[in-house]
């Protein structure tokens, strides 16, 4: 295994193996065919669209079409067609910088095939002896990626907050770091893949942040989430990330992202520029 | 102006315009129809190939197919097809972790559209009032960019060297900075870009380093490049970069990234993440 191999894991996909999903002329999906057949069973709400489907073009309003989609979601969830809700609304845009068309919950994100924003935070410790970074050990029980290593902090971006107040949300809920402190951690970039998946397709961006933390700040989780953080050093983390799949599939590149911006990952690596370029699909 | 219009300025292009370069079946390069027809008039070199061209499928060995585009270079520069010669070999390759096929000197890249890398140097110096950057101002009587803002160092990569030395050699020949300095440079990832220019299509990559300098360190250029240097606050970095053209065409992307990486640009910019993007193309 190496680098490349993890930023190339998040990136598997076929688009041939998918349809549009439009919205007022626009593409902000892409869908399984056997989940297009289900939608275009639910009238009001989707209409075939050539080799694809889109939303009702009745549907006009953001809270219109929210409502059509929820309701939609039900149906798509009782038929087990897409897996059960989250209970967090994701706003659903063709792009982070125009406003959403409508939420939907986050359950269905990967089945509509539209883009799901998240952060991550890198929280390391400038040590004498080197930068070490903390490391979480998610909890048995979690639906996503039980037992996998993870950022200090991560989490989707809920529709309806600024990122920032997410980062301070997430920072609380699952490293008991405060508001003060969180608001410390420093933008440093964003990451984007496509990830084809049995259900459907992640098209995720995450924004990375570093955050700066003393030696004797411990986190401790809140929300069931994390089982245990440790302090490890950053080439155990590295050689951990690149012989491993112990960490969930997106944290490897959130830290390889890391290792280059602080030039512990250099351009001696033989897959340097196809790592750099791949972080950003 | 943005700081999206810097990044989009490098990206300018319509490969519609160009025609493959091929060698040993896989392109290499773009090329204007009117540069191809001059090309398949150098019989023993060049060849038709399709709608493209290719180099004669005899030439085989690195040290033939430099020696044969050698000639053809000087040719098409006796002819006006190409500039004049610089005097630097360029390794064209179809990708930085793959070996040369062949040498050619640097003034033909462009021509050519085959892949060009280079080395950007930001130099900066943490003072207690903020950080700040050193602006190099490109010599009046430069063929390139004459006048414009510049980093403290940067260079093509000539073919032969490794980065390393290349970093140590630019430093040296642009900022007198001695090797022990310029080997605290940081790696800190790469840029790239595609801009369709006159004479063909500049496809370059830039490795971006980092260099923290004391506050007593003064650059001073010894190659005639750099006609003065000047240590500016990073605000009114960036804010020229964003409101002018004075900083050379690909130096505000890399003044860009350092932003985006050091937390001085932050999603708050509403298009963070297709300049995100956008750098690495």
């Known amino acids: 295994m190496s680098f490349l191999d993890r930023v190339a894991a998040c990136n598997r996909h076929d688009l041939s193996r998918f349809r549009p999903f439009r919205v007022d002329g626009e593409q902000i ?4 065919p056997g989940l ?6 639910l009238p009001g709400v989707f209409e075939a669209d050539g080799e694809g489907v889109r939303l009702a073009p009745g549907l006009r309003s953001f809270s219109e079409r929210s409502a059509a989609m929820s309701e939609a979601i039900d149906a798509l969830v009782a038929a087990g ?11 659903v845009t063709t792009a982070w910088s125009r406003p959403a068309l409508f939420a939907i919950d986050r359950c269905a994100a990967a089945s509509f095939g539209v883009l799901a924003f998240g952060l991550h935070v890198n929280g390391y410790v400038a040590r ?3 930068l070490h970074l903390w490391i979480g050990t998610r909890a048995a029980d979690r639906q996503v990626a039980p037992g996998k290593l993870d950022n200090i902090v991560a989490g989707g971006q809920p529709h309806g907050l600024t990122l920032q107040e997410n980062l301070v949300k997430e920072c609380a809920e699952e490293a008991d770091i405060d508001r003060e402190r969180a608001l410390t951690a420093r933008p440093a970039g964003a990451l984007s893949y496509t990830l084809e998946v049995d259900r459907g397709l992640k098209r995720d961006v995450l924004f990375v942040y570093d955050l700066a933390l003393p030696p004797d700040f411990v ?8 089982e245990r953080f440790d302090l ?3 080439e155990a983390v590295a050689a951990r990330v690149r012989d491993t799949d112990d960490f969930k599939f997106n944290v490897g590149p959130v830290i390889i992202d890391f290792l280059i911006r602080h030039g512990l990952l250099t351009p001696d690596e ?5 790592i750099v ?3 950003r699909q």
């Open 81 to 91: 067609e897409i897996p059960p809700r989250r209970d967090e609304p994701y706003g």
């Open 219 to 226: 986190p401790r989780n809140t929300d069931g989430e994390i």
């Open 232 to 234: 490890w050093p950053i």
């Open 277 to 279: 370029q791949g972080l």
């Open 128 to 130: 004498p002896d080197g």
């Open 36 to 41: 297009v057949a289900h939608m275009v069973g």
């Open 29 to 32: 999906g892409w869908v399984r």
């Open 270 to 274: 033989p897959d340097y520029l196809e």
